[in-house]
């Protein structure tokens, strides 16, 4: 079993910063994958961005240049910088892993309004 325990989410204004956390505990795999969905209301949940344990991260189109993935292994967390937010940004956001099986995590909010 894998434990994922997100935090950072919250309010901001547009054009504003936030930084997610996930920090991951329980059976790790020595090779996973780790990333950030999000899901607004009404739509499907996509990728925002990925991060491999070789440290290969790829990012959703709306988000390059944005956002930032990164990941601490001696902490087993993963973060998400998020820069310059759009309303269209707000959603609750999830993060993912995966090796032999899939986790997610709870959700944490991101809501950019002015």
């Known amino acids: 079993q894998v434990q994922l325990v997100e935090s950072g989410g919250g309010l901001v204004q547009p054009g504003g910063s936030l930084r997610l956390s996930c920090a991951a505990s329980?059976?790790?795999?020595?090779?996973?994958?780790m990333a950030w969905y999000r899901q607004a209301p009404g739509k499907q949940r996509e990728s925002v961005a990925t991060?491999?344990?070789?440290?290969?991260?790829s990012y959703a189109s709306s988000v390059k240049g944005r956002f930032t993935i990164s990941r601490d292994s001696a902490k087993n967390t993963v973060y998400l910088q998020m820069n310059s937010l759009r309303p269209d940004d707000t959603a609750v956001y999830y993060c993912?892993?995966?090796?032999?099986?899939?986790?997610w995590g709870q959700g944490t909010q991101v809501t950019v309004s002015s």
């Open positions: 993912f892993y995966t090796a032999s099986r899939t986790y």
């Open positions: 329980g059976s790790l795999s020595s090779m996973y994958l």
């Open positions: 991060i491999s344990t070789g440290g290969t991260t």
